[in-house]
């Protein structure tokens, strides 16, 4: 029963003396008071140690009695700490809350303004793409205006650089002895 004692006050000190607990012993003057009263008992029971080796039945119910106490001592203490600690915790948690709260609503206002400029960019994109199509069919359509005008001439017409043909319609073509256009740009000159 002594060193079940023993085990139990000592487990609970040591506990108590570290992490959010031994913060929490440094908060309440009433624990650290207790805690000296504890430290007391035991040192008086360590004192004892020898006596109660040789004289168990003379030493025992004193040094019973000292335990008891630091026992009782040690059990307030460790409620007092704990609670103090559990409620500390409590107020981390309360004082969190806004923060987390302010936390989901800024994440909600970046996912909102996001999704607003990804929407402007999408339709700015989508108005140049329209518009680029758009310049695309007015080239294509001048370009064919422009070949059924050329090709469509009675008239023979030949483009060059340098007296090097780039470009021949097909009456060209026929009036210079050629099969097709493409004859006149494969001799390569105009003689």
């Known amino acids: 029963a002594l060193n079940l004692k023993w ?15 031994g913060q929490a012993l440094r908060r309440i003057p009433e624990a650290e008071a207790l805690l000296m009263q504890i430290d007391a008992l035991v040192a008086q029971i360590d004192g004892a140690s020898p006596r109660l080796l040789k004289e168990p039945a003379a ?29 500390h915790q409590h107020d981390l948690r309360e004082t ?22 990804i929407l402007i960019v999408w339709r700015s994109l989508g108005a140049r793409l329209s518009h680029a199509y758009h310049l695309m069919d007015e080239l294509r359509l001048s370009e064919e205006r422009f070949r059924n005008l050329v090709e469509g001439s009675i008239q023979g017409v030949m483009i060059h650089r340098d007296g090097k043909p780039l470009f021949a319609n097909q009456t060209f073509a026929a009036m210079f002895g050629f099969d097709s256009p493409a004859q006149v740009i494969a001799q390569g000159s105009v003689d």
């Open 96 to 117: 969190l809350r806004p923060i987390q709260l302010l936390t989901i609503v800024i994440g909600g206002l970046f996912a909102v303004l996001v999704g607003v400029l």
């Open 7 to 21: 085990d139990l006050v000592w487990s609970r000190i040591n506990v108590i003396r570290q992490g959010d607990t």
């Open 59 to 87: 030493a025992g119910p004193a040094v019973l009695s000292q335990l008891d106490e630091a026992v009782r001592l040690s059990q307030r203490l460790y409620g007092l700490v704990y609670n103090d600690a559990i409620g």
